[in-house]
């Protein structure tokens, strides 16, 4: 199982970004689909989290400014990220539970995807 990460990139304040991490391998099903984001010298936290059914968790700094949304066909998990400010400046991973082909249950993380938030 391999999670493809990409979107990252350089905005100004307030701008957009759009990320995406697609799932790939012998996949039954993505269970919850998740971005962390670690900035230097920080601890990695999760940002938001997204059941299969849709259920969503956000972190308090991002709530309102980011939405996590997923395509169960495409085992992809998108992060549209809006208001973007200084402190969201890190390195994003992805990260899913899924379930294996042959029932296996694996936690898998994406490469990680530098976003910088810069005038």
């Known amino acids: 199982v391999q999670l493809q990460a990409s979107g990252g990139g350089l905005v100004q304040p307030g701008g957009s970004l759009r990320l995406s991490c697609a799932a790939s391998?012998?996949?039954?099903?993505?269970?919850?689909g998740a971005w962390y984001r670690q900035a230097p010298g920080k601890q990695r936290d999760m940002v938001p989290r997204i059941t299969r059914s849709g259920d969503t968790n956000y972190a308090d700094s991002v709530k309102g400014r980011f939405t996590i949304s997923r395509d169960n066909a495409l085992n992809t998990v998108y992060l549209q990220m809006k208001g973007l400010k200084p402190e969201d400046t890190a390195v994003y991973y992805c990260?899913?539970?899924?379930?294996?082909?042959?029932?296996?249950?694996?936690?898998?993380w994406g490469q990680g995807t530098q976003v910088t938030v810069s005038s």
């Open positions: 990260h899913a539970e899924v379930v294996t082909t042959r029932g296996l249950a694996l936690n898998a």
């Open positions: 391998g012998s996949i039954f099903a993505v269970v919850i």
